[in-house]
């Protein structure tokens, strides 16, 4: 057969659309995504690159399995709050909320009278429970937003007092100072990068100061000649106290306890506190503004009433997988957080020995997580890996779904403290596609001459 012989037989692009593989994939992810993968196919058929039968075959494989470019990966780096992956992964409870949400819904609409209700009253009412010494909380869309937020609230032309060693920069070349500036405030800083102590807060404070600001430093530990003051010791200097502490832990936690967690913060004093939904939270990404009985409430109120609170405001999936969150089961990170370390070896030991049965070069070692994303600097978690050589890495990583480990002194560690136990298999799975991938091609036996 002639390559003109084989283009004319290429089948024609309606009639391949008209498959019915094909046109339940164009259900599921849209006609122009299925179309361009029929057009890229029949270009490979005419090229010769595959037979003209196997243009909807080809089409098919090409396809994702949603319409998004995101894809699913598995968490092996050990870092529990990973922010290339997202941060927290959702709870069931969360997701399934998240998808009765995503239909029509009465995020505000007062169902008893048929009237307009309080947005996201559910979500609002879960996060006050969660945090008993709060009076008021407002929701934004991230941790930077919230604390944005107050500062326009509170100090637009005014000074906003804050020491020198919590000036910070959060990622992404974003830093606290130049967020703040942006709000209209003034810093006025106080101590040293080291130092900071009670009077040179106090000596700061004047006519012109809307609040004393202390922000976390999430993401990174000074040590040595150090003094920092805590909220205890800011109360009582005439103006508020905002405390952001980052990372959303609402309760102290025994394995965290330098954390600065919001029930803590509220109870030393602090009138008004902000943090993060998608961090050791465990929910989505979102930014809560939680405010103390009395003067916090009041700030709490001006900032849902501030202009540009709609422009920030949080939609209705994030406030159904926050409420799911906080009234739901253990989310998974903190399910992570709190995997003992001999039921994380013995996991690592029984898919070692699996795999090493089926030949791979599979062995289980202790490892050591850390939480990220801004949370608990300088704390490592004792865990437990999967160790397979460096090359896997890269493999794991192109499969589905894609596996992200870690590589270390020239290995490949897939820890499994923020692997799920019911990911194991899908693990397994992975490791076991990959090394079909990585076996050498072995060319055809020459046929004897004879």
């Not at 599921?28 to 037979?51: N, S, T, Y």
């Not at 239909?103 to 996060?127: I, Q």
């Not at 980052?246 to 600065?260: F, M, N, Q, R, V």
């Not at 994030?318 to 957080?337: F, K």
């Amino acid at each position: 057969m002639t390559a003109l012989d084989a283009r004319r037989r290429v089948p024609r692009t309606d009639a391949v659309l008209a498959e019915p593989r094909i046109a339940a994939a164009a259900a599921r992810l849209g006609r122009a995504m299925v179309k361009d993968a029929v057009v890229a196919a029949q270009g490979r058929a005419r090229a010769g690159e595959i037979a003209p039968e196997d243009v909807a075959g080809a089409a098919l494989a090409s396809l994702p399995a949603t319409a998004t470019g995101l894809r699913s990966v598995l968490n092996a780096t050990g870092v529990l709050l990973h922010t290339n992956l997202g941060r927290a992964p959702l709870s069931a409870a969360a997701r399934a909320a998240v998808d009765l949400a995503s239909g029509t819904c009465d995020v505000e609409l007062d169902l008893s009278t048929g009237g307009r209700g309080r947005r996201g009253a559910a979500a609002v009412d879960a996060l006050l429970a969660a945090v008993p010494g709060a009076a008021a909380t407002h929701l934004v869309n991230n941790g930077a937003a919230a604390i944005a937020l107050v500062a326009m609230a509170l100090a637009p032309g005014r000074e906003l007092v804050i020491a020198r060693g919590e000036l910070v920069e959060i990622g992404d070349g974003f830093r606290i100072p130049e967020l703040l500036e942006a709000t209209g405030a003034r810093l006025r800083e106080v101590g040293t990068t080291n130092r900071v102590a009670r009077a040179d807060y106090a000596d700061a404070v004047g006519e012109d100061t809307a609040a004393i600001l202390k922000v976390h430093p999430s993401n990174f530990v000074v040590s040595g000649f150090t003094r920092a003051c805590g909220l205890d010791e800011l109360t009582g200097l005439g103006v508020p106290v905002v405390a952001d502490i980052g990372s959303g832990l609402l309760a102290p936690h025994p394995l965290l306890p330098d954390e600065p967690d919001a029930a803590t913060a509220l109870a030393q004093g602090a009138d008004v506190v902000t943090a993060s939904g998608d961090k050791l939270l465990g929910g989505p990404q979102a930014g809560l503004v939680l405010g103390a009985p009395g003067a916090g409430a009041d700030i709490v109120a001006r900032v849902r009433r501030h202009p540009l609170a709609r422009a920030m405001r949080v939609d209705k999936l994030t406030l159904a997988a926050l409420e799911a969150t906080l009234r739901g089961p253990v989310p998974p990170v903190r399910a992570a957080l709190d995997a003992e370390h001999p039921v994380l070896r013995a996991r690592a030991e029984r898919l070692a020995a699996d795999l090493a049965t089926e030949g791979v070069d599979a062995a289980a070692v202790d490892s050591a997580s850390t939480v990220g994303g801004g949370g608990a600097p300088g704390v490592t978690l004792p865990s437990a890996a999967v160790s397979l050589p460096e090359r896997y890495a890269a493999a794991l990583r192109r499969g589905t779904p894609a596996v992200l480990g870690r590589t270390e002194h020239g290995r490949c560690l897939l820890d499994l403290r923020a692997v799920p136990p019911e990911s194991d298999d899908a693990l397994a799975a992975a490791v076991r596609t990959a090394t079909a991938r990585l076996a050498p091609v072995r060319s055809p036996e020459p046929r004897d001459a004879r």
